[in-house]
């Protein structure tokens, strides 16, 4: 079978919700401690307490939306603790990850500081697992009442006179696991009870988000559509990707071909959750109003050696960009669906953008990723039709490459193509139908010599973005590509 892409620019087939590109920051081990936040007293350089390399690079990838501040530390964060004069702030034991005390100095107000640094909407994950109704009542009147009342006073006594606006609230986390452990009939429940006080104030209008299924668990779909889907707008889905099992974990570094395979091939199992899921919201949600917040994914290894095992610190490989990269193609795919989605996490945990030591910084093949994709935000999806071979590894096979295309607001079309063959290159014909003008074509390309290839903080840039130029015109509006092993390639035409 031969290699082809046909990419109608004239079929619009939907739009690709930017909110696929959100991230994640946990109180996880140095995610926000020293990834994020140095203080204001640091001899790093920083913005109000937040460093400034970090920030910098994090600008550059438009993030359109982050969660804090979990995660499964939502459900232990009471956010009285963490507001007014950090001196005074109570310190707490993170019992989730390293059991390490913390200072509650980066609290809402940083938080906040934190998204408008980065242009990002804020999105909050409250308490539910150990916390009380009247607690998140009065944190979302705290961040969001313009008014008399004693949160929107307290609010103003610790400096910041007029409130936030905030839209995105998850009420409880994981609430089958490390939120409480659940049953979903009982938190559907619950959902209801707390998210009836999760009020509106004035013109800041919340979107609702309940805490979802993990992974296959298709009965916990059912319930909460069925008994709580009139009271949300959007429906979490957590899914890792895992070589081997859960218990059995392997390294992010010293892989061979094999886990190679597996890690792609469970990468693109999230094709089928967000179908299965899909299917049992639209039983109950036909007009698809309620959205998919896949808000967490990405790889999970094991910890580095030598790190804190509870501070979930792994390298970042070329394969954990193909995972990306993958993953986009799909949830672009279902953008009818899927309303946003938070990889896991920013900085310095699992499957992060940005590694740390100190005051140095490396950007990770996965941060490149991110980059190369924003064109991606918003983007106009074209209906793309492929016919691909196999890339075959012990008797089992994977599509040799997926695509996805987009046309953005200047009506550039934006084609990226994912090879998972880590073998040999592929041919790729690719045919741009429907369009009137001739076309200019420039191209990226992230790969590297070997699979297990990383950037250090001694050799920044092992695995980074280059220019793309192994195409050639086939005809006028047709395009033969050579896509080198093991790679992500980011196409732009431009009309003439």
């Known amino acids: 079978m031969g290699n082809s892409v046909l990419v109608h620019t004239d079929w619009v087939k939907g739009t690709i919700n930017k909110h696929i590109y959100g991230q994640f920051a946990e109180h996880l081990g140095r995610c926000i401690y020293e990834g994020l936040w140095v203080g204001e007293e640091s001899s790093i350089p920083n913005t109000d307490g937040i460093r400034n390399d970090v920030l910098k690079a994090l600008q550059n990838l438009n993030i359109p939306v982050l969660r804090w501040p979990g995660g499964c530390f939502a459900d232990e964060y009471h956010w009285k603790d963490g507001i007014g004069p950090k001196e005074q702030r109570k310190k707490m034991i993170n019992t989730h990850w390293g059991g390490v005390v913390e200072n509650n100095h980066f609290g809402t107000h940083e938080f906040f500081r934190l998204c408008e640094l980065l242009g990002a ?66 938190y559907a429940d619950l959902y209801r009870q707390f998210q009836t006080y999760v009020r509106n104030y004035g013109d800041n209008v919340l979107y609702k988000i309940a805490g979802g299924a993990n992974v296959d668990d298709y009965h916990w779909t059912e319930v909460l559509m069925r008994e ?89 490989t070329l394969r954990d960009a193909l995972v990306a990269g993958l993953h986009f193609h799909i949830f672009h795919q279902h953008h009818e669906r899927i309303h946003m989605t938070n990889i896991a996490q920013m900085v310095n945990v699992l499957q992060a953008m940005i590694l740390t030591e100190g005051n140095k910084m490396l950007l990770t093949p996965t941060y490149h990723i991110f980059e190369m994709f924003k064109v991606h935000q918003d983007g106009k999806v074209l209906a793309t039709s492929v016919e691909h071979s196999h890339y075959e590894f012990n008797d089992e096979k994977l599509p040799e490459f997926t695509v996805s295309s987009s046309e953005d607001a200047e009506g550039h079309i934006h084609i990226s193509l994912c090879h998972l063959n880590p073998n040999a290159s592929s041919k790729v014909n690719v045919e741009l139908r429907g369009l009137q003008s001739d076309i200019d074509v420039t191209g990226t390309v992230l790969t590297s010599s070997s699979m297990q290839d990383h950037n250090t903080f001694t050799q920044l840039d092992k695995v980074k973005p280059v220019t793309f130029a192994d195409y050639s015109f086939h005809q006028q509006h047709q395009l033969d590509v050579v896509l080198p092993p093991m790679s992500v390639v980011m196409l732009t035409i431009k009309k003439k």
Request: aromatic share 14%; charged share 20%; with cysteine.
């Open 121 to 186: 909407e804020p999105y909050i994950n409250g308490n539910v697992g150990s916390g009380t109704v009247q607690e998140m009542s009065e944190w979302v009147e705290y961040m969001t009442f313009d008014g008399e009342s004693p949160m929107a006073n307290w609010r103003q006594e610790n400096g910041r006179e007029h409130p936030w606006k905030l839209k995105y609230f998850g009420v409880g986390n994981e609430n089958w696991g490390c939120g409480g452990n659940m049953r979903p009939e009982y």
């Open 228 to 316: 709580a889907a009139p009271f949300m707008d959007g429906l979490s889905l957590h899914n890792y990707t895992i070589p081997g099992s859960w218990e059995e974990k392997q390294h992010a570094l010293g892989f061979n071909e094999a886990a190679w395979f597996e890690t792609l091939k469970k990468a693109l199992h999230m094709d089928e959750l967000i179908t299965r899921h899909s299917t049992i919201m639209d039983k109950y949600d036909p007009n698809k109003r309620i959205g998919m917040i896949v808000d967490e994914w990405g790889t999970w290894f094991l910890p580095e050696p030598g790190t804190n095992p509870g501070f979930l610190y792994q390298q970042n």
